[in-house]
């Protein structure tokens, strides 16, 4: 059996409680988190997610709308863009697929597969053209779009 060694660190009480309540929800341990988080830094020699700034609004004038959803207790981001919406990286997706997954969101899900880690977390932003579009890649399943995303600035408090 390898050494074990004692990992410390200090982190503000407010971040250590919304990861806490993270990995409530998710049925993590913290230890076993910042295990897992350890050995996924060690097994790609770099850090599991991607350090980079957000992007910035397609127009200056009017910020893109953020929307939050939660399925299978993991949350995801969408902006809205000139464009169509971004699912943002961190948003977790749900593992796996259902009978019920459109053709198009089971072919999105195959296409960004390297894009997801093991944990279901997205590594960088991801375009649809739907709100429709990226709920489904997200629940694996058939889902509309304006039930499941929720306007950040009227969420009700578990979106939040």
Same mark, same amino acid.
């Given at each position: 059996?390898? =050494? $074990?060694?004692?990992?410390?660190?200090?982190?503000?009480?407010?971040?250590?409680?919304?990861?806490?309540?993270?990995?409530?929800?998710?049925?993590?341990?913290?230890?076993?988190?910042?295990?897992?988080?350890? =050995? $996924?830094i060690a097994i790609r020699r770099a850090l599991p997610f991607a350090l980079e700034a957000p992007p910035l609004p397609a127009r200056e004038s009017s910020p893109p709308v953020a929307y939050r959803g939660k399925t299978h207790g993991r949350r995801a981001m969408l902006g809205e863009t000139a464009d169509g919406f971004v699912l943002l990286a961190g948003s977790r997706i749900a593992p796996g697929v259902g009978a019920s997954i459109p053709d198009s969101a089971r072919s999105a899900r195959r296409a960004h597969a390297a894009d997801v880690d093991d944990t279901g977390t997205?590594?960088?932003?991801?375009?649809?053209?739907?709100k429709s579009a990226a709920?489904?890649?997200?629940?694996?399943?058939?889902?509309?779009?304006?039930v499941f995303w929720h306007d950040v600035r009227r969420a009700p408090d578990g979106l939040r």
């Open positions: 059996m390898p =050494r $074990q060694t004692t990992v410390t660190f200090e982190i503000d009480r407010r971040t250590a409680d919304e990861a806490r309540n993270v990995l409530a929800e998710i049925g993590l341990a913290e230890r076993d988190a910042i295990k897992l988080f350890f =050995r $996924q997205l590594l960088r932003d991801i375009p649809f053209a739907s709920a489904c890649f997200v629940c694996g399943g058939s889902v509309s779009g304006n």
